[in-house]
């Protein structure tokens, strides 16, 4: 991320005081933090201190490479793809008891730190925002860097509502360590006072926050679009059938907010736009910086021929989820999808999503056909082949390494919003409220019209069933493998199909010198209960309130 460098900063200020120790050998400053003083002390500490808060530490094994996991998730080695239909991570990682529904309190997988790191996150927040007034600063400093405490209080929030449903609202309370807890510190609030609560946050953000950043602020930083976009996404998911204590209306005027501010639009190709942060698409991201140690997404999810460790690898459903490039589905009769040929004249988005037998990569073709291809268990490292007969392709930038990448850390973005999103929520918004107007089809054809993709506009005259279907399909395929399509088909309840599909993968096998392809059960027992719609609280946080916090229902 760019704006590690104040990680390094803070503790290396905190060294300096590592000699100013008094005679009891015992009693020395800390070296690891600055004092709650000094902070507020000096402004440029406290925005240090702010700008920390977008970070995080590793609370568990596989969160991260190098110093932190980031603000939220993403590039950690098991994304939040590989616990949805689209994608499985191959090597397991505590992914798989998700897939298979056997998440428990006890047992939380790679889900067991969400509750923990928000809470964790919006304490300090807390603490920043209670003291504030304290620091010597200008005006304009401290609106400023208020609205990014109140942002980050949001999206910690979003984070929390969106995995747990009802959660605590802690307000502005700043905890000590001799506080009492009280019944309020361990009651979970209802639905709509916590989509409240979180809205209200972005509002208190939107209206100090900048425009943009101008060159001597950070560029990972939070400003008022970044705050729109998440106030868009909160309030769709709290019209959608899961949540329904919102309106669509609503959902739609907030993205059609977004729009309205003619700051961002769709970036011409669709795989470049995941490798640079310098487009107009990214609305929010996390960004990193040369020689700061992170995932090598290259050499996590690469094919074994190529010395990768498969890492997130795609169903055969995410793939059957791409249209042909006539925009009919496979399922259509008229389509022209050949099953002998089943890659050809697909959605360019799958070109650029997924790695597939015969596909060209790195100056070579993938070859996951048995017997001998070299991406296949005929091939080298053959415990990293692929389960389901398909690697991952976005995000991977092949100007990096495979092979020994540890100190050539790449610098693509990780996107928590961007402008097709937007596009995409304010046509499903609109379309649920009003049916599908002519701004509907507006919003889905940019989507579709991005001058790398070109799949064709939607047939006219759809109904609003209809297009319901076509943009949740249109979602699934433009924001595949971004952390969205877990929570999609939650909130829209149809989690209890989707997720109680076979993960199918595929064997391709050369036989009389042409290749089968035959559909297979890539990772057995996929199972999904009414319960799994939200995570458990884990246990230990359950016994750390004497019981009295309540568990998440059905668990």
């Given at each position: 991320m760019k704006t590690k460098h104040f990680i390094y900063s803070l503790i290396a200020f905190a060294g300096v005081t590592f000699t100013s120790c008094k005679k009891d050998y015992l009693d020395i400053v800390p070296t690891d933090r600055v004092s709650d003083a000094a902070i507020l002390a000096d402004s440029s500490l406290f925005n240090d201190f702010v700008l920390n808060r977008y970070l995080s530490i590793k609370l568990q094994d596989k969160e991260g490479e190098g110093t932190n996991p980031g603000f939220g998730r993403g590039f950690e080695y098991a994304m939040w793809a590989s616990v949805s239909d689209e994608a499985i991570y191959n090597n397991d990682d505590n992914t798989w008891l998700i897939q298979r529904g056997l998440l428990a309190p006890e047992n939380t997988g790679i889900a067991g730190t969400l509750w923990g790191r928000s809470y964790r996150s919006i304490r300090e927040v807390n603490w920043g925002l209670a003291n504030i007034m304290q620091v010597q600063m200008g005006e304009g400093l401290r609106t400023r860097l208020r609205?990014?405490?109140?942002?980050?209080?949001?999206?910690?929030?979003?984070?929390l509502i969106r995995n747990y449903g009802k959660v605590i609202l802690v307000g502005d309370k700043v905890y000590e360590l001799n506080d009492k807890p009280t019944e309020a510190d361990y009651t979970r609030s209802s639905l709509k006072e916590c989509m409240d609560y979180a809205v209200a946050e972005l509002d208190s953000a939107i209206a100090q926050l900048p425009a943009a950043n101008d060159g001597s602020w950070e560029s990972g930083r939070a400003i008022k679009g970044a705050a729109m976009a998440l106030k868009a996404r909160l309030l769709l998911y709290a019209a959608s059938p899961l949540y329904n204590v919102g309106s669509w209306a609503d959902a739609a005027a907030a993205a059609k907010a977004v729009m309205d501010l003619n700051q961002y639009s769709i970036a011409p190709d669709y795989a470049k736009l995941f490798l640079d942060v310098n487009n107009n698409e990214i609305i929010f991201a996390r960004q990193y910086a040369i020689g700061a140690r992170h995932v090598c997404l290259e050499i996590a999810n690469g094919a074994n021929g190529y010395n990768g460790w498969a890492g997130n690898t795609p169903l055969q459903n995410m793939v059957d989820a791409y249209e042909m490039n006539n925009g009919k589905p496979i399922t259509d009769a008229t389509s022209g999808y050949d099953a002998a040929n089943p890659y050809v004249n697909r959605d360019a988005r799958f070109y650029a999503s997924i790695l597939y037998n015969g596909a060209t990569y790195r100056n070579s073709t993938v070859q996951t056909y048995t017997p001998g291809g070299k991406?296949?268990?005929?091939?080298?490292?053959?415990?990293?082949?692929?389960?389901?007969?398909?690697?991952?392709?976005?995000?991977?930038?092949?100007?990096?390494?495979?092979?020994?990448?540890?100190?050539?850390?790449g610098l693509q973005p990780w996107i928590y919003m961007r402008y097709a999103e937007i596009l995409l929520s304010y046509a499903e918004a609109q379309n649920e409220a009003v049916g599908p107007d002519a701004t509907v089809y507006d919003a889905v054809n940019q989507v579709r019209q991005r001058q790398s993709v070109k799949q064709p506009v939607l047939t006219a005259g759809l109904t609003k069933e209809q297009m319901r279907t076509v943009i949740r399909r249109e979602r699934q395929v433009e924001l595949a493998f971004e952390e969205h399509r877990y929570y999609d088909v939650r909130r829209w309840n149809i989690a209890m199909q989707t997720e109680n599909v076979p993960a199918y993968g595929i064997d391709v096998t050369v036989s009389n010198g042409q290749l089968v392809y035959t559909r297979k059960e890539a990772l057995s027992g996929r199972l999904f209960a009414e319960k799994n719609n939200w995570l458990p609280i884990p246990r230990s946080e359950i016994l750390a309130t004497n019981n009295k916090l309540e568990q998440t229902t059905g668990y």
């Amino acid at each position: 991320m760019k704006t590690k460098h104040f990680i390094y900063s803070l503790i290396a200020f905190a060294g300096v005081t590592f000699t100013s120790c008094k005679k009891d050998y015992l009693d020395i400053v800390p070296t690891d933090r600055v004092s709650d003083a000094a902070i507020l002390a000096d402004s440029s500490l406290f925005n240090d201190f702010v700008l920390n808060r977008y970070l995080s530490i590793k609370l568990q094994d596989k969160e991260g490479e190098g110093t932190n996991p980031g603000f939220g998730r993403g590039f950690e080695y098991a994304m939040w793809a590989s616990v949805s239909d689209e994608a499985i991570y191959n090597n397991d990682d505590n992914t798989w008891l998700i897939q298979r529904g056997l998440l428990a309190p006890e047992n939380t997988g790679i889900a067991g730190t969400l509750w923990g790191r928000s809470y964790r996150s919006i304490r300090e927040v807390n603490w920043g925002l209670a003291n504030i007034m304290q620091v010597q600063m200008g005006e304009g400093l401290r609106t400023r860097l208020r609205g990014e405490l109140h942002f980050i209080r949001a999206f910690r929030y979003h984070d929390l509502i969106r995995n747990y449903g009802k959660v605590i609202l802690v307000g502005d309370k700043v905890y000590e360590l001799n506080d009492k807890p009280t019944e309020a510190d361990y009651t979970r609030s209802s639905l709509k006072e916590c989509m409240d609560y979180a809205v209200a946050e972005l509002d208190s953000a939107i209206a100090q926050l900048p425009a943009a950043n101008d060159g001597s602020w950070e560029s990972g930083r939070a400003i008022k679009g970044a705050a729109m976009a998440l106030k868009a996404r909160l309030l769709l998911y709290a019209a959608s059938p899961l949540y329904n204590v919102g309106s669509w209306a609503d959902a739609a005027a907030a993205a059609k907010a977004v729009m309205d501010l003619n700051q961002y639009s769709i970036a011409p190709d669709y795989a470049k736009l995941f490798l640079d942060v310098n487009n107009n698409e990214i609305i929010f991201a996390r960004q990193y910086a040369i020689g700061a140690r992170h995932v090598c997404l290259e050499i996590a999810n690469g094919a074994n021929g190529y010395n990768g460790w498969a890492g997130n690898t795609p169903l055969q459903n995410m793939v059957d989820a791409y249209e042909m490039n006539n925009g009919k589905p496979i399922t259509d009769a008229t389509s022209g999808y050949d099953a002998a040929n089943p890659y050809v004249n697909r959605d360019a988005r799958f070109y650029a999503s997924i790695l597939y037998n015969g596909a060209t990569y790195r100056n070579s073709t993938v070859q996951t056909y048995t017997p001998g291809g070299k991406d296949s268990k005929d091939g080298p490292s053959n415990w990293n082949t692929s389960k389901t007969g398909y690697y991952l392709r976005k995000f991977m930038d092949d100007r990096n390494p495979i092979d020994n990448p540890w100190d050539v850390a790449g610098l693509q973005p990780w996107i928590y919003m961007r402008y097709a999103e937007i596009l995409l929520s304010y046509a499903e918004a609109q379309n649920e409220a009003v049916g599908p107007d002519a701004t509907v089809y507006d919003a889905v054809n940019q989507v579709r019209q991005r001058q790398s993709v070109k799949q064709p506009v939607l047939t006219a005259g759809l109904t609003k069933e209809q297009m319901r279907t076509v943009i949740r399909r249109e979602r699934q395929v433009e924001l595949a493998f971004e952390e969205h399509r877990y929570y999609d088909v939650r909130r829209w309840n149809i989690a209890m199909q989707t997720e109680n599909v076979p993960a199918y993968g595929i064997d391709v096998t050369v036989s009389n010198g042409q290749l089968v392809y035959t559909r297979k059960e890539a990772l057995s027992g996929r199972l999904f209960a009414e319960k799994n719609n939200w995570l458990p609280i884990p246990r230990s946080e359950i016994l750390a309130t004497n019981n009295k916090l309540e568990q998440t229902t059905g668990y």
